[in-house]
């Protein structure tokens, strides 16, 4: 898949989505040969892992990252003064680290307009190993939830089933049907990152 300029990284709580934005953004930006490469954290529900976390391993890799001025601090609130047309204009790729359900994802409907304009992509994270997504039907379920309160689309699915450290290839294998079937009754295509059917650890950049 050849990303637009805007590619938005959803999915509920557990999912992945922010170890996908991480592991995306990295790859862009390794070396700079494919322009300037931003980040923007607009995941406002869930301050325990976040894009912002990754600020130094950004810096190393040369990927400006874009925050609430409150991410990280004591104050750490639901509040949002992030330009995105302004960093669309200002780099390559932006990648967009969203919210993980329907009301994570009503800050993100606060930008769709300028997203919608500007061309995007939006990959829906799933993880069957996870509360409230374990079936295909739940996971169709929450993403057309996240459709709806953000006023963009999923464009094609990314299959991240796993279990942290201790996930094995056949943990993978065994989460396949699971996505297969996700992607058939969302109508959408399944994608890999890399070239294998789980994206790259964290802890292994």
Do not use: Q
């Amino acid at each position: 898949m050849e990303l637009s300029k805007i590619t938005v990284i959803t999915g509920h709580y557990g999912c992945g989505k922010t170890n996908l934005a991480v592991n995306l953004a990295v790859s862009l930006g390794k070396g700079g040969a494919n322009g300037v490469v931003t980040v923007a954290d607009l995941d406002i529900v869930n301050p325990y892992f976040r894009t912002a976390d990754f600020a130094e391993l950004f810096k190393a890799n040369g990927i400006r990252l874009a925050v609430s001025d409150y991410a990280g601090s004591s104050l750490d609130i639901p509040a949002l003064n992030i330009n995105i047309k302004g960093l669309a204009n200002a780099c390559d790729y932006l990648i967009i680290d969203a919210g993980g359900d329907g009301e994570g994802a009503k800050a993100l409907g606060r930008f769709a307009p300028d997203i919608a304009k500007i061309g995007y992509e939006m990959l829906y994270v799933v993880n069957f190993r996870r509360y409230l997504t374990r079936s295909a039907a739940e996971a169709t379920a929450l993403m057309r939830d996240i459709e709806a309160a953000s006023g963009l689309s999923c464009s094609a699915i990314v299959n991240n089933s796993n279990l942290g450290g201790e996930t094995t290839e056949a943990d993978v294998a065994a989460s396949i049907p699971f996505a297969e079937e996700t992607a058939r009754l969302t109508g959408l295509p399944l994608l890999s990152f890399p070239a294998k059917r789980y994206v790259k650890p964290i802890w292994e950049l």
